[in-house]
């Protein structure tokens, strides 16, 4: 017996388990949105230098093939006969350029104000918005591994609660940022908080029901993520002013927090953690929620313990990163989810921070990149069921790889092909998470589960820390971050080969286990000698 029959015995899924992932799914989608807020606050309008007191800019600012004005040069001096030339092109070869004197306009029809308007973010200083994001992904990275370890230390539900308020304080005055270093500050952390959220809410939601439905209860909170994306891209089309669109996100988040303090810490956390007393009277105050009150009121601290002897007598031993490399199979397993982890979140975010480079608006974009994980993220659960895990991880890896590569050497003309072609990428890039993250709960023991699902997230942290910096490269090499997006999860995808399916295979419970599936010993035959 373990503690998910414990909550069979208590209704299950009941309502108790409704309500609770109700409210975390409407907080996620709260939350997930600050993944990719910068889509749209730090958008970057099309821009010229600034001309004082003029409104004809042909005489001091070069045009380019297209017939309008570049972004970051102006004529040294005035040529006025441009104004009577037919082409904005003719006799401009040789002319001295500088740089912009006197700052730069921006025009105003799709976004009213973004930071990049706000504080010219723009020519020289152009690295700075991806900084920005760089830095947002660092907090998530901190998060992780404070909160993480914290969340063993004081429990889900306390560290849920903060990472809700800190995140609507961060988020909410992040809109009041003076200044850019002030900003970056802010989304540190927030980005640290989203960490405490992501983490906490997936373990409030699977501790708290049955081992046979945590597969689909967790598919179904991964939903709100996508939802978040839909939301977003309507909220940003309404409100095109960066700030207000920074407080429309983030106060809501207000009402998360207030209502979080309903959730009742995990029992199973409680247990482990030597406090059977409080555990009993949240089991019994959920059984009483889903009318098992009578089955509730039988449980007792000396049938919980019996329910949860296997998992306290394995916690009794601490377990760290280093027993992820402790043998063979397990470094095998680990050095390749390192490697998919990681790639996945770096091409994933690769993708989804750079809408502007698709000539669609950056809103419609949006949506469609929101809408096309339903179907990628349906599909590949059907294949995970019966095709295995191994071959779709590896398809999901390979395929967004090379689509990734192609739009990468397609000419800019065919603008309809390469918006096609990133969106289904960036829909298997999604699909992967979920299934990586199934694969990897399967691969590792339950002692060390945990651990390595941590480890891993740490690893998607690093990935899409480093995407938006990449992005700067194209600077030196247009095509390189296009390169390094596209090969990256193909390399990946090749460590798949070094992982064993896992479809309908028992999970292992220590390292001894997950030895012994990939090199099982062989059976004695009887009677020979």
Known sequence: MGFSDLLDSIGGLGRFQFINITLLFFAGVLVGSHQVLQNFTAAVPEHHCKIPNMTIVYPFIPHDQNNKPVSCLQFKEPQWHLIFSNSSLTNTTGLETETCRHGWTYKRQEFTETIVSEWDLVCDMKHLRHTSQTIYMIGVLVG????????????????????????????????FSPSYSVYCFLR???????SGVLLNSL????????????????????????????????????????????IAQSVPIFVAFIYSWWFPESARWLALNKKPDQAIQIIKKVSRINGRAKEGEAITAEVLLMHMQKEIQVSKKAYTVYDLFATPVMRKITVSLMFIWCATSFSYFGLIMDL???????????????????????????????????????????????????????????QTVRTTLAVIAKGLFASCF????????????????????????????????????????????????????????????????????????????????????????????????
């Open 356 to 414: 502007q480079k698709f000539t669609l608006s950056v809103y419609l974009v949006q949506l469609i990149f929101a809408l096309i994980e339903i179907p990628c993220k349906t599909v590949s659960s059907l294949m995970m069921m019966f095709l295995g895990r191994r071959f779709t991880q590896k398809s999901v890896l390979m395929v967004p790889g090379c689509l990734v590569l192609v739009n990468t050497f397609l000419p800019n003309e065919l």
């Open 144 to 175: 992780a591994i404070i909160l993480g370890s914290l969340s063993d230390k004081f429990g889900r539900r306390t560290l849920l609660i903060w990472s809700y308020l800190q995140l609507a304080v961060a988020g909410t005055s992040t809109a």
């Open 434 to 529: 979920k299934c990586v993250y199934m694969y990897t709960s399967e691969l590792y023991p339950t002692i060390i589960r945990q651990t390595g699902i941590g480890f891993a997230s740490t690893l998607a942290s690093v990935g899409s820390m480093t995407a938006p910096l990449v992005m700067m490269l194209e600077d030196y090499f247009s095509s390189l971050p296009g390169l390094t997006y596209g090969l990256f999860p193909i390399i990946a995808g090749c460590f798949v080969f070094f992982l064993p399916e896992t479809l309908n295979v028992p999970l292992p419970d220590t390292i001894d286990d997950v030895e012994a599936q990939q090199y099982p010993k062989p059976e004695k035959t009887a009677g020979k000698k």
């Open 203 to 246: 373990s409030l939601n699977l501790e708290w029901i049955p081992i046979r439905s945590r597969t689909i209860f967790g598919a179904v909170f991964t939903a709100c993520f996508t939802l978040s994306q839909i939301v977003l891209a309507g909220t940003a089309f309404a409100i095109q002013d960066w700030r207000k669109l920074q």
């Open 188 to 194: 540190f952390l927030a980005g640290f908080a989203v």
